[in-house]
């Protein structure tokens, strides 16, 4: 099967973005309305194309639990911190959203219901089913774990067809890209030889849920000219990492 053919029978995916994505690249600010918009448009455009869809985001331009417990604070705390900081992004994606007419819902791994729901996985589905952007926001709502294993986890709760990791580079490698400039671009790889080759594609807790739910990751570039509704609608960008029986 090739890698288009695998990605037209998306109905229903987590689209998995960093908050460092959403910040403007040499500015302080924290969130850039600007690159919110985009985003939003994008996901708008998919919407309408009738796909259900999930978002799971970071919260790393506010702040990130594991640079914190480096320089001294107490991992737990430091990363409970994150976790509030991935639902400012998720307000500020929902407010987007709602401003273009398409239905929302924020839903938090720790509850704070003046501003959100609590997350329920057959409410989440319904939501989706009803035609309204899901946000899962707080992370896993426990420590030690990361926004990646969030997606891996929520993909797989909700019954996503795949998982779209939103990155700064258009694909998976077989080097890093920016020191080796003979780096191979993968179009389609396993998650076999992932580990074979040991490439990077999501932390190792979030890669483990993927391969034992057979859950297929798209990985590519925010960057790119309307690649988010293209990796949403299904066009064949990115690297495509996907089980060995679906090859």
Known sequence: MTNQAQRKNFKRVIL????????????????????????????????QAGIEVGV????GNFWRGISASNRGMERATADYMGMLAT????????????????????QTAIEMKN????????????????????????????????????????????????ILKATKVDGVYDSDPNEN????????VTFQECLEKRLKILDSTAFSLCMDNSKPIIVFDINGPDNIHKALIGDPIGTLVHSEENN
């Open 181 to 188: 400039p003979d780096a191979k671009r993968y179009e389609n």
């Open 87 to 106: 639902v400012m992004n998720s307000l500020a994606i929902q407010s987007m959203l709602e401003d273009m007419d398409v239905p929302t819902r924020v």
């Open 56 to 59: 799971v985001v970071g919260g």
């Open 115 to 162: 501003v959100a729901e609590p997350f329920i996985r057959r409410k989440a589905t319904r939501h989706l089913e009803l035609g309204r952007v899901v946000i899962f926001g707080a992370g896993t709502g426990n420590p030690f774990f990361s926004t990646d294993t969030t997606a891996a986890l929520r993909a797989s709760e909700i019954g996503a067809d795949a």
């Open 16 to 47: 998995k973005l960093s908050g460092e994505a959403l910040r403007e690249p040499g500015s302080e600010d924290n969130i850039s309305p600007e690159i919110v918009e985009a985003v939003a448009e994008q996901i708008k455009r998919a919407h």
